[in-house]
């Protein structure tokens, strides 16, 4: 189906999830285009003074004769729009919305419609609505594409001596000052937790993104595994604590926001670990592009290879092997369990 989308205003979504401010958005926009004029809010409803793209209900509004500007709204990702979409390039406003509320606005959105399928549990409707993020996965990367693709550095220097974590005490003995720059460091940290420096210098940044419900799974098992670390006890009662931002570093989602809201965006690369899944290959050359180290086709499959979750796994400088049993106790859960980084 598609729609024409000449002088058309339309109000995207985030992802396919009803109740992420689009409501909102269909009274706001309505408004403003008849210059605060309330007719067209008090005498339309929205489902057709702004159509859903997505509805075949539309097709019956004969959008081609509206006046333009037209408004539509729609939940379908950018790859989904209408080929229209691309030709005539009309102005959009994309809403987000904190993904916690996007679950509990669409869980009891799904109670109330009778035309969407029932949400069962809530339990059961978290995992539907969801179904570690990577960061041990570029401490293998990042140091192969500075060096080239020369395996010396993953195959000779433990991952957190070779890209040490700035929130730990321990990292203060590496002398970090003496290393040669440029200086790899990983944290956890929120932004707005950075160390003063950090915004005077603006360092690169390469932020990794992974979806929550893998995130929360993997660091339930890490919990599990690490004597260092609170233990998690129940599984539901760590999602209730996950949700909550009850966990090392808080909420996964102000995670998120803070960096995505981040100044000096020249300075950051945000990258997921489901892209890194998908394309390896293509993955490192634009982090290599990103940290301006040009590298050739051979390198880029090397680093490629060496990376392979099947290889790191087999790398005792990477796979955590080294760690005393009582520190990070590995017959409880792998630290590199399946596509875990």
């Known amino acids: 189906m598609d729609y024409p989308c000449i002088g058309t205003c ?21 408004l403003i285009m008849s210059g605060g004029d309330p007719e067209p809010v008090d005498n339309i409803v929205n489902w057709k003074r702004v159509p859903w793209l ?32 691309f030709e005539v390039k009309p102005k959009v406003i994309y809403v987000t919305r904190n993904p916690k509320d996007v679950f509990t606005s669409s869980f009891h959105h799904h109670e109330a419609a009778s035309f969407l399928v029932d949400p069962g549990p809530q339990t059961q409707f978290l995992h539907k609505f969801l179904d570690g993020k990577g960061t ?17 550095p993953v195959d ?24 040669p720059s440029p200086r790899l460091l990983t944290t956890h940290f929120q932004y707005n937790m950075m160390p003063p420096s950090f915004f005077e210098v603006k360092p690169k940044v390469i932020y990794v993104t992974r979806n929550p419900k893998d995130v929360f799974t993997s660091s339930f098992h890490h919990h599990e595994a690490a004597s260092f670390l609170v ?37 950051i690369m945000h990258i997921s670990y489901e892209q890194m899944i998908m394309d390896l290959k293509d993955s490192v050359c634009n982090m290599a592009q ?36 009582e520190l990070l106790d590995q017959t409880k859960s792998g630290f590199l369990r399946k596509v875990n980084g």
């Open 10 to 30: 339309l109000i995207i979504n985030k992802n396919f999830h009803p109740s992420t401010g689009t409501h909102w958005m269909k009274e706001i926009v309505p």
């Open 54 to 85: 997505e509805l075949q209900q539309t097709a019956s509004l004969e959008l081609e004769q509206r006046p333009s500007p037209r408004l539509l709204t729609t939940h379908f990702q950018y790859n989904m729009m209408p080929p229209s979409f």
């Open 156 to 179: 000779n220097i433990v991952n957190w001596k070779r890209v040490p974590w700035l929130e730990l005490q321990q990292t203060a003995s590496l002398e970090l000052e003496q290393r």
């Open 231 to 267: 233990d998690p006890g129940p599984q539901t009662q760590f999602l209730h604590n996950f949700l909550d931002g009850k966990v090392l570093f808080g909420s996964w989602f102000d995670h998120v926001k803070s960096w995505l809201n981040a100044e000096d965006e020249e300075h």
């Open 290 to 325: 990103f940290l301006q180290t040009p590298l050739d086709h051979e390198a880029i499959e090397k680093i490629a290879d060496r990376c392979l979750f099947k290889n790191m796994k087999k790398n005792n400088m990477s796979n955590y092997s080294t760690v005393p049993r």
């Open 136 to 152: 041990h996965w570029m401490k293998e990367i990042v140091p192969l594409i500075m060096s080239g693709g020369d395996p010396e």
